[in-house]
């Protein structure tokens, strides 16, 4: 297959650097609006930088990196493309991508930024159109799972911005143990492998977060305590507005 990318961003990048490699890939092109990154990206992953008129042209499936607000902008380019699109892009429902690319097979998606390593999500909406052609070259991704659209908006939440609201918590752990004389680079070594060990952890028992608790907070002891500092401090509710903010549910 031959695949483009229109736009180069950060989640074009997560996309390109984890499929990398796939034995379906013929070809992969990069366009962008001038900033240069189409040919950082390329250089990085083995690929062209080209306009995105000549990527088209020249690609089976179309990843649609751009800004949203780009819809239409770019579709103009792309009147006539009969492959499969496959949009990354926030709040763009299955129906505004039908009506700007009609003769493509299209897939609407929300991965994440660790698919460039293989162990993120790539949420697909479940209405989208079928393509078994991409399952190998997806599934290098992480874990590839349907979702019905209509809740396509939690999956931003939970899955696209999660990445960054666990990075603040590991941050503010490290400035917790700084404060207290550690050196940065110690704590940032004992944050990092236990964030990423408590994942494996967790994908061992099928998320099951109040085993994985119990594990770890002998009864009466210091972490049960930490644990019930949280629960006074309402972490819960302040989980919740924060994916109510992402969801548009607060003013």
Do not use: W
């Not at 990154?37 to 995105?52: I, P």
């Not at 609407?108 to 930024?113: G, I, T």
């Not at 790539?122 to 349907?146: C, H, M, N, Q, Y």
Request: glycine share 10%; charged share 20%; net charge negative.
């Amino acid at each position: 297959m031959r695949l483009g990318f229109i736009g180069s961003g950060s989640m074009a990048r997560a996309v390109a650097l984890g499929i990398k490699g796939s034995p379906s890939i013929d070809s992969l092109s990069f366009s962008d609006g001038g900033s240069g990154r189409a040919r950082q990206l390329a250089d990085a992953v083995g690929g062209a930088a080209v306009s995105t008129p000549d990527l088209v042209a020249s690609s089976d499936v179309l990843f649609l990196c751009h800004k949203p607000a780009q819809l239409e902008e770019v579709a103009a380019l792309a009147a006539d493309f009969s492959g499969i699109v496959v949009s990354v892009l926030a709040a763009t429902p299955l129906a505004e991508l039908r009506r700007a690319y009609p003769a493509a097979a299209v897939i609407r998606s929300m991965p994440n930024v660790p698919v460039e390593f293989g162990s993120g999500v790539f949420a697909v909406a479940a209405e989208s159109d079928s393509e078994p052609v991409l399952k190998e070259l997806l599934g290098r991704l992480g874990k590839v799972i349907e979702v019905p659209e209509a809740q396509f908006e939690i999956v931003t939440a939970i899955g696209g911005c999660a990445p960054a609201f666990f990075a603040m918590f590991a941050r503010d752990l490290i400035n917790a143990a700084t404060r207290r004389g550690m050196s940065e680079q110690v704590a940032r070594e004992i944050v990092g492998q236990t964030l990423g060990g408590t994942g494996d952890v967790l994908a061992a028992n099928a998320v099951d977060t109040e085993s994985t608790m119990r594990a770890v907070a002998s009864p009466g002891g210091l972490t049960e305590k930490a644990l019930a500092s949280f629960e006074e401090s309402n972490l819960e509710d302040t989980v919740d507005r924060a994916v109510a903010t992402v969801l548009g549910e607060t003013s």
